[in-house]
């Protein structure tokens, strides 16, 4: 079993659509949850970080995370065609790996006018 | 805030060089900053962690002879691929993680080499 895994992708949605994102995670000791998005030839930029269970919005983006299930998703709201990216999820490895991230194979979004 | 910076952002070297990659934290102090390289189409891979005053860790299958990395301040690491090769052609990204208390890692512009 892979370490996360990402719903597979790509993902195309409508402009004005939500897009939704999925992670699950194998690793029980990890705390820290992460939503990287990553542009053609950029490095990743992080969108939201996540450490309890329940939900985190920043604007369009909200984050729910629950760890009994092991599964962090990301919403997009009024998706716009600049969010058109691979999004990553990551999570800190608990542990000895402690600090470390572990991503996602990385799910890539287009937004369609 | 939280800016990390790297140099050069692309590096074209003839086989057999040895590269050197700068990457700072512009404006916090790092403990801990981490190399990653991406090949196209493929998710980061974490190539070493390394840590201010002390020896890098590798993950298992890096060299830690060809890629040599040095902490020498909160604020600089550096990673040198030696003897580079066709093959190490590639995306480096690095990023760092704040001395304080925070698990987020702040990512690099990234570098990219091309070995002819």
């Known amino acids: 079993q892979k370490e996360v895994e990402q719903n597979s992708g790509p993902l195309s949605v409508p402009e004005g659509a939500i897009a939704s994102l999925n992670c699950t995670y194998s690793d029980r000791g990890s705390q820290s949850f992460f939503w990287y998005r990553q542009y053609s030839g950029k490095s990743p930029e992080l969108i939201m970080s996540i450490y309890s269970n329940g939900d985190k919005e920043d604007g369009r983006f909200t984050a729910q995370l629950n760890k009994a299930s092991q599964y962090v998703s990301l919403l997009i709201r009024d998706s716009q065609p600049s969010d058109s990216a691979t999004y990553l999820c990551a999570f800190n490895a608990g542990g000895t790996s402690y600090g470390k991230l572990t991503f996602g194979q990385g799910t890539i979004l287009t937004v369609h006018p | ?116």
């Not at chain 2, 981490?34 to 891979?45: A, E």
């Not at chain 2, 090769?85 to 760092?96: G, K, L, M, R, V």
């Not at chain 2, 993680?97 to 512009?109: D, K, L």
């Open chain 2, 1 to 116: 805030g939280a800016v990390v910076s790297q140099h050069p952002s692309w590096v074209i070297c003839k086989s057999g060089t040895s590269v050197k990659i700068e990457c700072r934290s512009l404006d916090f102090q790092a403990t801990t900053m981490f190399w990653y390289r991406q090949f196209p189409k493929q998710s980061l891979m974490l190539m070493a962690t390394s840590n201010e005053g002390s020896k890098a860790t590798y993950e298992q299958g890096v060299e830690k002879d060809k890629f040599l990395i040095n902490h020498a301040s909160l604020t600089l690491s550096t990673l040198t691929v030696t003897s580079a090769h066709p093959e190490d052609s590639s995306f480096y990204i690095c990023s760092a993680r704040p001395i304080q208390g925070v698990e987020t890692q702040y990512f690099g512009p990234g570098t990219r080499l091309l070995v002819l």
